[in-house]
């Protein structure tokens, strides 16, 4: 049952707290025995994972209806807490768990055990007695055996039996160990503080007064004599003495004539005064001497140590294995180192957040960085690690550091790939829209689409941060565009050579409108030439007959001037020229010479035209 007004979720809410109060407001269940079987409680688990002092650990034992829990609620400074029984019932089962601020020593925690009754009558099996008994003598730093009214023989046995290490008890994994060769784990064990409840005994012996502690001793002194009947007095002597060599003994009075079932309600002052300051005496003692719980080799247990010697305890008896001590430490040092090294990764990973852009510039960049973060990995490593003697989960730490640095340089190149992807499209994005819109294609295209690409080419390479896959990117870029360059380098070529047979033909098309042009200037200009002629022709036609007509004139007033001329004086003579009849006048039957004549008119019409020329030959006055 659970601790009267402490509720399960009520005690969840509380562990944040704990972790940095180191506070409890009650008791909670650690361990639960259910069907044979021990199940450990994972709230309580979780409470000691967040404890990161040093533990003392106290733990009660002892037969059921014993006032345990009343003990262990004064160790914790209140009055109620653990479950405190007031029937013949058992009230506690399994193993409850209290964690307070230790009240002597700062910076420790208290941890106090308070454990199922043993000899419940109810039980079935008493099997669960000596589990329950066993986790208390492992966990616990010091054992509180609370007895009623004094040591005998039964007491005696049942601690011998739970503490036999041949059966129940070993620190190595060798099945052959007996008390001789048990002494490497006597520091292990608790200290052992006996109780003994309402006792009625006078401290005395032969009539002499004895202390509590002299009366311990003397009831686990040894007989002498070899007999079997010694041997068994003895043996559970020896081995109490063996394994608890640091013992102590309170003997308590009756704390009130009153019932049992108001003790948690009655004030110190309600109660026998002897009992109460016997209960204090108990207590300093408790606070002052327990010591720290500690593993082979002086190491100190904290919370999650303790978390870890639960675990490997329940486990081994769950099993039907014997608890061992040397697995314990074992399987503690698996925990812890492997808790080390997954605090030393995530510090690696911290750092690498903090200080690490993807991309980084350079691979080298990148390399130093992981270095410096390695460095402080491992040093907190080296800070909480546990016996890593051969070094193993240091090498196992290297090793996962080594893949961390693979898989780191591994996203940086992604990381630089997205980013050269990205600033690739942003670069060349207006480039292949413009090829889309076929701004290429024609013909010195493909050239143009060079010129282009290595302006943006140059663009690219001065962009910052690209990181180590850049110039990878580019390429690879570039070679998934090969096709587009080839397909305008074709069209280009196409355009050209029909650009040219188109060129040629426009020049050989002007050459041969120049020609006709030519032709046709000259036609024009013959023909021009020849209107040209006929227009001379016509008037030179017109020219002569106006000439004609005047030498028709002349002709005619000669005439009439010669038929006015006296008879004699001169005659026409007809002369051939050239093919031309030329009619002349000899003067008195002479024929005179070219610069004698004076020729008044002469023209050639055509060739089958006859001429007349008449010259008039006048008598030269010569001086």
Partial sequence: MHPRGNTQ??????IPDMASDMVMPGPICLIKSKEGQLMVKQEALEILSAITQPVVVVAIVGLYRTGKSYLMNKLAGKQKGFSVGSTVQSHTKGIWMWCVPHPEKPGHTLV????????????????????????????SSTLVYNTMNKIDQGAIDLLYNVTELTDLLRSRKSPDLDVEDASDIVSFFPDLVWTLRDFYLSLETDGQLMTADEYLENSLKIKQGSDQRTQTFNLPRLCIQKFFPTKKCFVFDSPTHKKLSQLETLQDDELSLEFVQQVAEFSSHIYTKSKIKTLPGGIKVTGPRLESLVLTYVSAINSGALPCMENAVLALTQRENSAAVQKALAHYDELMVQKVQLPTETLQELLELHKASEREAIEIFTKNSFKDEDQSFQKELQTLLDAKRKDICKQNEEASSDCCSVLLQDIFGPLEEEVKQGLYSKPGGHNLYLQKTEELKKKYHQQPRKGTQAEEALQKYLKSKESVSNAILQTDQALTAKEKETKEARVKAEAAKAEAERLEAARRQNQQMMEQREKRHQQQIRQ??????????QQQREQERRLQRPKGSGWPIKLNCQGFTIRS???????????????????????????????FFMKTQRN
Avoid: P, W
């Avoid at 419940?120 to 003598?137: C, G, R, S, Y």
């Avoid at 000439?547 to 004139?553: I, T």
């Avoid at 004549?597 to 007349?612: A, H, P």
């Fill in 544 to 553: 002569m007959e106006i000439e004609r007509a005047n030498y028709l004139a």
């Fill in 585 to 615: 006048s000899i003067y008195r039957g002479q024929c005179l010479s070219h610069k004698f004549l004076n020729v008044s008119y002469s023209k050639v019409l055509n060739n089958r035209d006859s001429c007349y020329l008449f010259f």
């Fill in 9 to 14: 979720a009520e005690l969840q809410s509380n």
């Fill in 112 to 139: 106090l055990l308070d454990t199922e009754g043993l000899g419940d009558v109810e039980k079935v099996d008493d099997k669960n007695d000596t589990q329950i008994f066993v986790l208390a003598i492992l966990l």
